[in-house]
């Protein structure tokens, strides 16, 4: 675990020594928090929602951006030979670069804190369901990430990396939308594929379940299991594609 | 201390190294000579643990590279063909990193920093990132990132390609220097390179090992045969004169 935290750390600083981070994070973070104002000042309620029905979307796209070098980058100029022959297992080396992507992650969902406390210094909202929201966004943000750098690792592109992470997240994230479902069901209504997917695969049911406070621990199962998955398969492609 | 059995390497139907047996003991300095393309760096990946033989084995100071590769990387010194590094750390932190993965903390990471950063002359740039330093400085860097943890066993893939005669004959001095207890071996194609620096020659060709033997031994051969060993050595890495003119333009006195 120790050689995980020392990968985890030189991403982190490799992640916030360059200005492409930065302009990651504010960018998300303006882009989600204006997305909630926006229906904020509409609705004039005191409650996070807005900002937790955009976030898929924005996950599906930004996700994939933070995750796109984690490995293409060091198979492109060669660096994964000096690091898969330092004395570390390749499934430590992935789990490390992972949690370094889970603590941007979280980064990202702090960019929502003044949104927060601008809810609090206004009234009392509920603060047990904006805490459910923003652990369903950890966890599905969690394992868009481990999609993320599994797609990483398949390419030495970063751009091939980001475009493919891109279109299963948004997978993930569309499936669960009720057009989607119909259009789906409607094309082939003998086998429901749309419903399927729905009840299956989609993320987006979960989150905004939890993002209304519905806690049901399917979405923390899907996502760690998913997560787990993810990162044992990105572990083995790496040994199996030696070159 | 490194014990290469029957070593196969295929990539599909390619065959890069065929049948390659050789034992490095410790205190040697083994040159590994050849053309480019005749499978030096592909054995060199796999005593490293980067890549499994096709077939065969490789036991590094007793651990097996396929059974126990994690144990195999605690003992071996590795300097990649190319040698990539973390372009935008600084030298310092770069260094610190690599010792940290191999446990190497507290007094002892400060004793070995002081030891790396002198013996590979790093002082004026620990403080640089690695992209900002010379070519010279870059291959010192990786040098010094492979022997961070005294390793027993060190291989060097072309570990003087782009320094300059200066940079060289102190890289000579100081494996020299490195010598005593350790295994060593490093891959190059020029001849003159192997020559100064090397106890013994391992010689491939094609994927397959030509000739195992003392350097002594082969002016002694060169000299009988009243040729240069330059002559001598193209003679065995040459099939038809085509081929030799390849070679001879590749394998540079």
Redesign the interface.
């Known amino acids: 675990m120790?050689?995980a935290l020392?990968?985890a750390r030189?991403e982190l600083?490799?992640t916030f020594?360059?200005a492409v981070a930065y302009v990651q994070i504010a960018g998300f973070g303006l882009l989600a928090n204006a997305l909630f104002l926006n229906e904020f000042f509409l609705a004039q309620r005191l409650e996070l929602d807005a900002y937790f029905d955009a976030l898929p979307l924005l996950f599906a796209v930004f996700l994939p951006a933070l995750a796109m070098r984690t490995w293409a980058e060091e198979r492109k100029?060669?660096?994964?030979?000096?690091l898969?022959?330092?004395?570390?297992?390749t499934t430590s080396a992935v789990l490390g670069k992972y949690l370094a992507q889970l603590v941007l992650l979280g980064v990202l969902l702090a960019t929502a804190l003044p949104l927060v406390a601008m809810l609090f210094a206004l009234g009392e909202p509920d603060a047990a369901r904006i805490a459910t929201g923003f652990a369903g966004a950890f966890c599905a943000g969690a394992l868009m990430l481990a999609l993320g750098g599994l797609c990483s690792a398949l390419t030495k592109d970063q751009v091939v990396a980001f475009v493919l992470a891109t279109v299963v997240c948004l997978l993930l994230v569309l499936t669960g939308r009720e057009e989607v479902v119909g259009v789906l069901d409607g094309l082939a209504p003998d086998l429901a594929a749309g419903s399927f997917l729905y009840e299956r695969v989609s993320i987006l049911p979960h989150m905004e379940r939890w993002a209304r406070g519905r806690v049901a621990l399917d979405l923390v199962a899907y996502a760690a299991l998913g997560s787990a998955v993810l990162v044992w398969g990105t572990a083995r492609f790496l040994d199996a594609n030696?070159? | 201390m490194i014990e290469v059995e029957h070593f196969t390497k295929r990539y599909g139907r390619d065959t890069a190294v065929e049948d390659f047996s050789a034992t490095i003991a410790p205190g040697e300095i083994v040159g590994f000579l050849g053309p480019n393309g005749a499978g030096k760096s592909t054995l060199l990946?796999s005593i490293?643990?980067?890549?499994d033989p096709t077939s065969g084995r490789i036991v590094v100071d007793g651990h097996d590279t396929t059974k126990a590769p994690?144990a195999v990387?605690?003992v071996?010194g590795?300097l990649?063909e190319?040698n990539?590094?973390?372009?935008?750390?600084n030298v310092t932190?770069f260094l610190r990193?690599?010792a940290?993965?191999?446990?190497i903390a507290g007094a002892r990471l400060a004793e070995r920093m002081d030891w790396v950063v002198r013996a590979c002359s790093l002082e004026g740039v620990m403080k640089k990132r690695i992209n900002q330093c010379s070519k010279g400085y870059r291959q010192r860097i990786g040098l010094a990132?492979a022997l961070i943890h005294d390793p027993r066993a060190i291989l060097l893939d072309e570990p003087t390609h782009g320094l300059d005669p200066v940079q060289v004959a102190a890289f000579r001095d100081f494996l020299f220097e490195l010598k005593e207890g350790r295994a060593i071996l490093f891959s190059s194609h020029v001849l003159a390179e192997v020559e100064a620096i090397c106890d013994r020659v391992l010689v491939i060709h094609k994927g397959r090992l030509v000739r195992d033997a003392r350097m002594d031994a082969l002016r002694d051969e060169a000299r009988e045969a009243g040729t240069t060993l330059e002559e001598l050595v193209l003679g065995w890495v040459r099939d038809t004169p085509a081929a030799a003119a390849a070679t001879a333009s590749e394998v540079t006195a």
């Open positions: 120790s050689a020392g990968i030189r600083g490799a020594d360059s100029h060669r660096t994964v030979e000096l898969l022959t330092l004395p570390i297992g030696r070159d | 990946k490293a643990t980067w890549s994690l990387r605690r071996l590795y990649p190319h990539p590094l973390y372009e935008a750390m932190a990193f690599v940290r993965t191999r446990k990132a």
